[in-house]
Each structure stands twice: as structure tokens, then as C-alpha cells.
T-cell receptor
Framework: DTAVSQTPKYLVTQMGNDKSIKCEQN?????MYWYKQDSKKFLKIMFS???????INETVPNRFSPKSPDKAHLNLHINSLELGDSAVYFC??????????????FGSGTRLTVV | GENVEQHPSTLSVQEGDSAVIKCTYS??????FPWYKQELGKGPQLIID?????GEKKDQRIAVTLNKTAKHFSLHITETQPEDSAVYFC???????????FGRGTSLIVHP
């Protein structure tokens, strides 16, 4: 199936730990994103990569670091996790540079719970 | 920057009724307006989109209308079914180097 897949689907961890979320897309898209969805369902852009190059880095704590080994993969590493990092994180990809022509394809999300 | 307001935040209808979700945007340069459906436990899925050179677009039971003068666009779902229950997001973007701005979502509940 052509899709955006991210792992793990659920992640429960203690404060202060470091964790990673992986994302892969087989759609042949050049641009990938990380979005954070809070408890009220608000979707907030975090990062955008185009062909392995960071093009958008919104106001996100530097504890969050994206890594793109190739244009089909975009991973998110989080250091020193805090309670406020608890949210659902979505990976997405788009056919064009900003998703302005054909929209996004989202992964199914990773629910991160920090205890 | 762009500001997108979405209403209502919750919409409850009976199966077979129509549902309408409305969004307004602030930047007249916005020219692409996608709608996403997010089912429980899943990621948002693009269901329909409209560009600024079109006033209305239909796809089976869903339709989107755009009023550029008033800067608002709406999603219409006819003959609602329980499987239409989900959170719906509108978005607006002006192309180029700009990331789309999302509305805050509408939780649609269709009662059988």
C-alpha cells in the first residue's frame, strides 16, 4: 500500500527520557512534515523537510530534532521529555513544496504520553 | 499571517440530515482550501479541496463552496451516515513558500 507510515503508534515514557519517532513514505513525495496535535485537536506545524533539507522550523524547543536520512524518511528525536510534550505527533508528506496544490498525506499518528 | 476560523466546534445531526461546516480566512491572497477528515485514532485524510478560481466543487455526498469576496468557504455533507462521524478540518493557503493554516476542527456526530 502507498502510504505514510510512522512508528510507534503509542509511546509511554517517563519525564527526562529521550525518544524517537520514525516516519517513512513510499509516495515518492519530496516534502515531509511533522505536526503536533494537542488535546483540543489543534494541528501545529513543527518541521518541514524538502528532499532531506530543513525548510521550515517553527517555534519548537531545541529538544526536538528532526533527521532526514533520505527523502523518504523523516524521524523525530526528542530529548529530555517533559509532561507538556504529551500529544499526538503526525508525520505527513506532500507532492509539492508546501502542500499548497494537492494537500497532505498524513500518517496515522504517534500518541506520546509522558508520565 | 493567515487566520482561519472554523465553526461550529461540535455538530450533532441525525442520520440522513445534512451537515454544514463553515470556515473564514483573513488573507485575501489565499488560493487553495483543502478539507480533511480525521477518524478516531487515525490521521487526517484529504477529502475534498477547492481552488480560488472555482466557486463550488462536489464529490458524491460532499461539496465545498467558496465565497472569495466574503472570504469564507463551507463543507456540505448530504444524507449523513454514522460513518461520517469524525473531526473535520478546513485549511487555507496562499501557495508559494507558505504553509497551510488549519482551522481548529469540527467534531461531527451522526446519530443513527
Amino acid at each position: 500500500d502507498t502510504a505514510v507510515s510512522q512508528t510507534p503508534k503509542y509511546l509511554v515514557t517517563q519525564m527526562g527520557n529521550d525518544k524517537s519517532i520514525k516516519c517513512e513514505q513510499n509516495l515518492g513525495h519530496d516534502t515531509m512534515y511533522w505536526y503536533k496535535q494537542d488535546s483540543k485537536k489543534f494541528l501545529k506545524i513543527m518541521f518541514s523537510y524538502n528532499n532531506k533539507e530543513l525548510i521550515i522550523n517553527e517555534t519548537v524547543p531545541n529538544r526536538f530534532s528532526p533527521k532526514s536520512p533520505d527523502k523518504a524518511h523523516l524521524n523525530l528525536h526528542i530529548n529530555s521529555l517533559e509532561l507538556g510534550d504529551s500529544a499526538v505527533y503526525f508525520c505527513a508528506s506532500s507532492q509539492d513544496l508546501r502542500g499548497n496544490s494537492y494537500g497532505y498525506t498524513f500518517g496515522s499518528g504517534t500518541r506520546l504520553t509522558v508520565v | 499571517g493567515e487566520n482561519v476560523e472554523q465553526h461550529p466546534s461540535t455538530l450533532s445531526v441525525q442520520e440522513g440530515d445534512s451537515a454544514v461546516i463553515k470556515c473564514t480566512y483573513s488573507d485575501s491572497a489565499s488560493n487553495y482550501f483543502p478539507w480533511y477528515k480525521q477518524e478516531l485514532g487515525k490521521g487526517p485524510q484529504l477529502i475534498i479541496d477547492i481552488r480560488s478560481n472555482v466557486g463550488e466543487k462536489k464529490d458524491q455526498r460532499i461539496a465545498v463552496t467558496l465565497n472569495k469576496t466574503a472570504k469564507h468557504f463551507s463543507l456540505h455533507i448530504t444524507e449523513t451516515q454514522p460513518e461520517d462521524s469524525a473531526v473535520y478540518f478546513c485549511a487555507a493557503s496562499k501557495g508559494g513558500s507558505y504553509i497551510p493554516t488549519f482551522g481548529r476542527g469540527t467534531s461531527l456526530i451522526v446519530h443513527p
